[in-house]
């Protein structure tokens, strides 16, 4: 796949050497807590616009929100019962109810999602505890894929560690886990599409064309439509 292309490029493997070598000598630690306001723009309650896709449930998927923290509570109404927030299989789709969960969701805070996200009843918590690092990994992706300015971010922190120390649940190793891999990933992109522009340019235009399709496929999500759509209002779902 695109990923393990990149990961294989002479270029991507001395930009490697490099950060690993600087790393030895700096040791930087980055804390990331938005609560504390420690490099918040990192964090996934920053104001970092996301449109998610994939997922079964119309109206969830395929709609914008204002930051990653929305996005990932609005994907619990997945593991809930059908019929609470959205209508019976198998053609799933918000009801009244889960439309204005998720338009409170699209518009709210980190904080606010949070909050939001802990209301959710009828919650499957076995299912989305055993699927929550993997949705967590897609969301975070491209909220910093869909952000140029953000994607610089994290790639300026460089080989730093990542750590999220005041979280004392299962995400305060999780979420900078999650981080790290990203940030490599993004990496070794960068360090790839400097080669192929260097090289060839003509083989940048397809390399572009192919790189959706690898890292939807590494990070477990469905094609784009043809068309790109504008923001879902789930009121008119």
Known sequence: DILQLASQSESVKAAKALREKESISSNQVINIY????ENTELSNFAERKIRIEGGSVRGVYDASFRTPEGAFQATKIEYTTPGLYTTI???????????????KLQN?????????????????????????????EDILFWSFEQNPDAEQKLLATGNATLTHTQDKSKWGKLF???????RKDLQDIQAYHKELLEKDPAELKEYEKSIVKGLRKEYGLREKD?????????NTL
């Open 226 to 234: 043809s068309k790109e759509s504008n923001q879902l209002d789930p």
């Open 34 to 37: 938005a609560g504390t306001n």
């Open 89 to 103: 299989e198998p053609f799933s789709k918000l009801n009244e109810k889960g439309k204005k969960l998720v338009k």
């Open 176 to 182: 900078p886990k999650i981080l790290m891999e990203i």
């Open 108 to 136: 709210a805070t980190g904080a606010e999602a949070k909050r939001l996200g802990k209301q959710i009843e009828g919650l499957n918590t076995a299912n989305w505890d055993e699927r929550s690092e993997g949705v967590m």
